[in-house]
């Protein structure tokens, strides 16, 4: 089970090249953690609710545990420049926001109103770093990271690798509690693995993964 491998209160920056699957895999992972019975945020900036959503169903994440479990902040569309989207996700809780400092608002209105741990995916800071400086989307995810750790939440951002300056990206894993990669081998098959975990021992062995959506 995946989702056993973020342990309460803690962040975890999931690197992986384009393509890898990074949105399949944190789905994968937000459904474990529903289907356990835990509230889930997910920060949708590279994509709309509508097509979060059609992911998460060719996933058999099923429109009852959606509308019971998750909430969907979406960023994607002010870079649209259309916040028009209230008919498209009936049901599913969806918070709009157009700035840094909106995402980390609901986060932390969310966190803190949760009766217990929530559990945040944000897809993904690599088009964060597109549209904001490198210092305030640093900033951003080390507040952020502190204020989910403070309220006993479970985070997972995603990054592209080979994209960002390499001070970004380490800069990035030193605030993190945790760091998964994502990576095609030789012969192009996916392979994942738990580099580092703060305050557990994570093994460095590459892990093959597939990407399964139901039929």
Sequence with gaps: MLKDAFPDSSTTLMIGSPGIGMLE???SIAKEWMEAGDSVVFVSVDLLPADLIEVM???GVSEE????????????????????CSNVCPGTDVKRCSDLEGIMFNVASLVSSAEGPMRIVIHSLSTLFLYNQANVVL????ISSSRIRSGRGTAI???NEGVHEEKTVN???AISDGVMELKFDEDLQRRM????????????KWTPFDIRRME
């Design 65 to 84: 545990l959606r509308n019971e479990r998750l909430c969907i902040i979406d960023y994607h569309s002010s870079l649209l420049g259309s916040m028009d």
């Design 57 to 59: 169903d060719s996933f």
């Design 25 to 27: 895999v944190a789905v």
């Design 139 to 142: 900033k951003f995810f080390q």
């Design 171 to 173: 800069h990035l894993m």
């Design 157 to 159: 951002f995603t990054v």
């Design 193 to 204: 693995r738990i580099r580092s975990m703060r305050g557990c021992v994570a093994s460095s």
